[in-house]
């Protein structure tokens, strides 16, 4: 029996013995075959058919190309499969490296090559660094361990690493590792965020989660969950489970190191990751050891598992699971069948077992073992060690076929087995070790070939330029396997121009820079979390935010001291929609002002607008300025719509905080959003107005009505669904209104109907009650602002956002992306925030539902659209809906009427509660 170093002994040793029927050890075969293997009559056919089951044809390669390279293909799609042909799992790698990596790692290898598990240490000094050599060191995994729990293995290996680590006088502080986890997993990303804390949210994906309740603590650590064993182990309790806090948990049960698991990889990225920069695009990272993998770079777009339309991403074909009866059938053997039937999973990784140096010198033994029972080889006689399982390996294997000193060795080896061969075995030996072993580069190069075509196809390139790093046992031990290999490369995409590069250390070294990138990633989330972490509040806060509005609500209401004004408006009801005739309105409240000509027929609402600018000269300069400004666009757009002479009604849309006595009078209380014009605080801005329209003479305006904008957005929503009675913008600034009860406003005459009241929600918290909230951004924008320690509820709305992220970030968010909220209670919300429409450069927009005055939280989008566009109180429609078109998320796709420059929005189709109307 032979073992391997260190007194172990091989993985097959562990199997029953497969010996051939009739045979007993040390004496002369009886001549009678086992059943299902050959029984020719003369020695020289046998060998003849033996070895013809391992020839592969070219038409058989190219079936098993194309049935790999459709597997891959609907794989990527996402279509359902009860035993997937290849699984194609996302690693999260996004690029190749760039050669500026550059630190010290440590590196922990599992599963590359069989039964052992490597350390590294790996220094980075990226392209103009001196180049420092790698520690490593080797251990030989009992097979008890292998065989064994889950906690023993991955406490073997965390006594692995730490006996490593102090053999090297490694330090204690900060040690980062990457995990190379040769294993079938499901990732969910290099790096990721975990919340702990009172009440464990669990695991997040990249984007930040809302606080956890209670105290919390971030954790960036990856995740892996291994699908299934192979390559011969079979530990309980690890599949279906996260393979890396397996290890963190056993690190820490060590208790000598504090170490960091940064980054888990596949061997095949470490191995195409390790490639050299400069030597062309590495974009494919193939291993072939104790079994056989292969990665390459896809176009994000098409892996339906990730949400994600631009860049590339790095996916692990786990092409050893490969199993299309269709194209594997012609090409398996007997002797394929027994090593199956005898192997720890039984009809799984039929592709790795044809080509994996764990299975290569397992496939000699039983073809040798059939000669020598038929009297072919050793005159017949066998040894009890050519019947045992494991007895021949990869490196025998690759030492018998070698062209210069293979005879010599052959007799050697076959010695240590307890045979006798003659000068005639040991060619025919040879014979045998070349079929094999050529059979299993030819259908790893097709394989291979169906990546490259792939890479071909999804590039769109008539000659495809590509490096492909190589790695693993099979190839660096064997002298003809990488040549075979190429060249059936070669002959089967001849399209494709292929360069090998040889994986440097193994792929340690490529671990090491995927750890680099994991590390620098995780510190800038880092940063970014502490960063953002003032801006998450918990339903605790925001339950004290709402109690907190509550009251200011009902002292305004009262006319007692609040930061909620809570102003009468002196709109009594909504449309019933009776309303006909035309109308001229005016909007201004933002950076724009827009003058709009409404016809409301029995028909619809048919609206004609134009937008003009307010110069920031006019807006801070003096009140006459700014009302002769507005009347200037109001007798223009007459002019181009041809009402000149015309008296239309006239309503003015004044967002800024006003009390109004009336419909057709308002005192401007202060001004908001950047405006400052002189003499008009304290005034009746539509006497301003009437005053304007006198200074320009031969103009006849009749100014009917002053409301604002949260008022003209309820009642533009009201005029299709009498149930609307509360109105909201978040725009440049952020306001809302709603129906009260009479009896509930004091100062306005009368205890029966109801009072439209304009909040002025943006002062909420002026008087300090909302301090807690506030962070050091909020205090920058406040003291940069022309009115500090005003409005301070509003400094979140669109106006603000880009000047809150500058100070720490690049942000520059042009608006919030709130386009519409759902029903709240029985009441339908209508939303208008025309810098969403103007300025949303996002193909898709995250859409956020109203559950308290002030907690926004996702809300899913109903496919039930009452209205067949969008637009806003007084606009034209600015998109329309595109049932037939759906994006790959099936999206519901909206398409932009106006201006141009729209970007077309996509909304994520799923079922909700029914929605009234949509307004932007």
Known sequence: ??????????????????????????????????????????????VQECLQQFKVTRTQLQQIQASLLDSMEQALTGEASPAPGVRMLPTYVGSTPHGNEQGNFV????????????????????????????????????????????????????????????????????????????????????????????????WRGNAAPMKAFGSVTQLFCPQSTLISWTKGFRCSGVEGQDVVQLLRDAIQRQGAYSIDVVAVVNDTVGTMMGCEPGVGSCEVGLVIDTGTNVCYMEEARHVAMLDEDRGRTCISVEWGSFNDDGALGPVLTTFDHALDHASLNPGAQRFEKMIGGLYLGELVRLVLAHLAQHRVLFGGYTSPALLSQGSILLEHVAEMEDPTTGAARVHTILQELGLSPEASDAELVQRVCAAVCSRAAQLCAAALAAILSRLQRSREQQILQVTVATGGQVLERHPRFRGILQETVKLLASECNVSFIPSVDGGGRGVAMVTAVAARLAAHRRLLEETLAPFRLSHEQLATVQTQMREAMAKGLRREASSLRMLPTYVRATPDGSERGDFLALDLGGTNFRVLLVRVAEGGVQIVNQVYSIPECV?????????????????????????????????????????????????????????????????????????????????????????????GTMMSCGYEDPRCEMGLIVGTGTNACYMEELQNVAGVAGDSGHMCINMEWGAFG????????????????????????????????????????????????????????????????AVWSPSCSQKMGLAKVQLWSLLSPVALLRWPVSEEISRNHLGGPGLDPAYQLDSTTQDSQNS???????????????????SSTGVSNIYI
């Not at 009078?665 to 304290?682: M, R």
């Not at 519901?892 to 799923?910: E, G, M, N, Q, Y």
């Open 1 to 46: 029996m032979l073992h391997l170093p260190g007194g172990q002994t091989p993985l097959w040793n562990h199997m029953d013995s497969v010996e051939p029927a009739g045979l007993q050890p040390g004496k002369r075969a009886s001549g009678c075959p086992q059943k299902g293997l050959f029984q020719p009559s003369d020695s020289s056919e046998l």
């Open 892 to 910: 519901l796709c909206v398409t932009p009427l106006w201006p141009s420059t729209l970007t077309p929005l996509a909304f994520p189709k799923r």
């Open 619 to 711: 807006a801070q300069g003096s009140g006459q300025q700014l009302f002769d400004h507005i009347v200037d666009c109001i007798v223009d757009f007459q002019q181009k719509q041809g009402l000149r002479g015309q008296s239309l009604p006239l309503g003015f849309t004044f967002s800024f905080p006003c009390k109004q006595l009336g419909l057709d009078q308002g005192i401007l209380l202060n001004w908001t959003k950047g405006f400052n014009a002189s003499g008009c605080e304290g005034q009746d801005v539509v006497y301003l107005l009437r005053e304007a329209i006198k200074r320009r003479q031969a103009v006849e305006l009749n100014v009917v009505a002053i409301v604002n904008d949260t008022v």
């Open 107 to 202: 590196v922990l290898e599992l599963g590359a090559s069989g039964a052992s598990l490597r350390v590294l240490w790996v220094t980075l000094t990226g392209i103009k660094g001196q180049r420092v050599e790698p520690k490593s060191q080797e251990f030989v995994i009992p097979q008890e361990v292998v065989l064994g729990t889950g906690q023993q293995l991955f406490d073997f290996a965390a006594h692995c690493l730490f006996e490593f680590l102090g053999a090297h006088s490694v330090g204690n502080q900060g040690l980062q590792l990457g995990f190379s986890f040769s294993f079938p997993c499901h990732q969910t990303g290099l790096d990721r965020v975990r919340w702990r804390g009172n009440r464990d949210s669990g």
């Open 766 to 829: 002026d008087d300090g009650s909302l301090g807690m909230l506030s962070t050091c951004f909020d205090v920058r924008v406040d003291q940069a602002s022309i009115n500090p320690g005003k409005q301070r509820a509003s400094r979140p709305s669109a106006f603000r956002l880009g000047t809150s992220s500058r100070p720490s970030f690049s942000l520059r968010l042009k608006a919030l992306p709130i386009l519409w909220l759902p029903q709240y209670g029985n009441w339908p919300l």
